[in-house]
T-cell receptor, first 116, second 111 residues
Framework: DAGVIQSPRHEVTEMGQEVTLRCKPI?????LFWYRQTMMRGLELLIY????????DSGMPEDRFSAKMPNASFSTLKIQPSEPRDSAVYFC??????????????FGPGTRLTVL | GNSVTQMEGPVTLSEEAFLTINCTYT??????LFWYVQYPGEGLQLLLK?????DKGSNKGFEATYRKETTSFHLEKGSVQVSDSAVYFC??????????FGDGTTLTVKP
């Protein structure tokens, strides 16, 4: 398997523009997570889905952020409008619960977002 | 709620030194415990895990033992290499899909 795929790997945009980050989870995984990582705040969980349904979006910083999962193989995280403080590395991860109830998360390589 | 507390970094060691990174947790129920590693410019990847008390997870020379009595899961390696330089995250999961991560500990190994 190719692992979790994220695109783009790097994004540079100007303040006020819309940004869309994309993620393809590992086939067969039924959980999908979006994280944000910065030096100041560390790794933050933004939102996660189970079977394409959003379960917990309490980490989404504000209404400018939205996430969708239209099917089991694709998810997007959108920021509109973007602001300089959104600059970070955004990770997508996927997982499944094994027979023992253990959940190992598999992370993508991340998208490095810079908002000027 | 669940929480994970990791030893604060950064940690700097010489090659072949012994490594310990402390991790303690608070959780309801019986969590699975994990150590993830993040190399520069990459996402996190699983290093090792343990699913029940007294289990020992091991991989690439790293070990950690699930200690229920002390609610700990300390990471150890007997002889570190320069290639072990990375950020290490302790995490727990209580079967609800969502994991709780520690703040990460940066390890730098010097030749």
């Amino acid at each position: 398997d190719a692992g979790v795929i994220q695109s783009p790997r790097h994004e540079v945009t100007e303040m006020g523009q819309e940004v869309t980050l994309r993620c393809k989870p590992i086939s067969g995984h039924d959980y999908l997570f979006w994280y944000r990582q910065t030096m100041m705040r560390g790794l933050e969980l933004l939102i996660y889905f189970n079977n394409n349904v959003p379960i917990d979006d309490s980490g989404m910083p504000e209404d400018r952020f939205s996430a969708k999962m239209p099917n089991a193989s694709f998810s997007t995280l959108k920021i509109q409008p973007s602001e300089p403080r959104d600059s970070a590395v955004y990770f997508c991860a996927s997982s499944f619960l094994d027979r023992g109830g253990t959940d190992t998360q598999y992370f993508g390589p991340g998208t490095r977002l810079t908002v000027l | 709620g669940n929480s994970v507390t990791q030893m604060e970094g950064p940690v700097t060691l010489s090659e072949e030194a012994f490594l310990t990174i402390n991790c303690t947790y608070t959780a309801t129920g019986y969590p699975s415990l994990f150590w993830y590693v993040q190399y520069p410019g990459e996402g996190l990847q699983l290093l090792l895990k343990a699913t029940k008390a007294d289990d020992k997870g091991s991989n690439k020379g790293f070990e950690a033992t699930y200690r229920k009595e002390t609610t700990s899961f300390h990471l150890e390696k007997g002889s570190v290499q320069v290639s072990d330089s990375a950020v290490y995250f302790c995490a727990l999961n209580t079967n609800a899909g969502k994991s709780t991560f520690g703040d990460g500990t940066t390890l730098t190994v010097k030749p």
